[in-house]
């Protein structure tokens, strides 16, 4: 059974830095793409970044250069560092999973499986 479990949330003052986890269990990551969404209150969740199984990676343009995702397939873990945090960043943040060796994406229709969330709050 496949289960993401993210980890990482808090509050962080502007400028700030988190690191977010999101960890798999009931699956090897090796083969699988895997996406960060955010979500806020009563808007659509919007994709980050995510990293394809052969590591290729994309992120939307409000957090280029600011934002990294990597993945540690040994650990069955994929991190999102994000640096100089806006509170514009605010939101509940999800990772998200697809056996799909070539490429990822940041659509949400894109994705099969779905964790939990951990919220991002970037308030002074």
């Known amino acids: 059974q496949v289960q993401l479990v993210e980890s990482g949330g808090g509050l962080v003052q502007p400028g700030g830095s988190l690191r977010l986890s999101c960890a798999a269990s009931?699956?090897?990551?090796?083969?699988?793409?895997i996406g960060w969404f955010r979500q806020v209150p009563g808007k659509e969740r919007e994709g980050v970044s995510c990293?394809?199984?052969?590591?290729?990676?994309a992120y939307t343009d409000s957090v280029k250069d600011r934002f990294t995702i990597s993945r540690d397939n040994a650990k069955k873990t994929v991190y999102l560092q994000m640096n100089s945090l806006k509170p514009d960043d605010t939101a509940f943040y999800f990772c998200?999973?697809?056996?799909?060796?070539?490429?990822?994406?940041?659509?949400?229709?894109?994705?099969?499986?779905w964790g939990q969330g951990t919220q991002v709050s970037v308030s002074s």
């Open positions: 009931g699956f090897s990551l090796d083969n699988y793409a």
């Open positions: 990293i394809s199984a052969e590591g290729n990676t």
């Open positions: 998200a999973s697809r056996r799909w060796y070539s490429h990822c994406s940041n659509s949400v229709s894109f994705y099969d499986d």
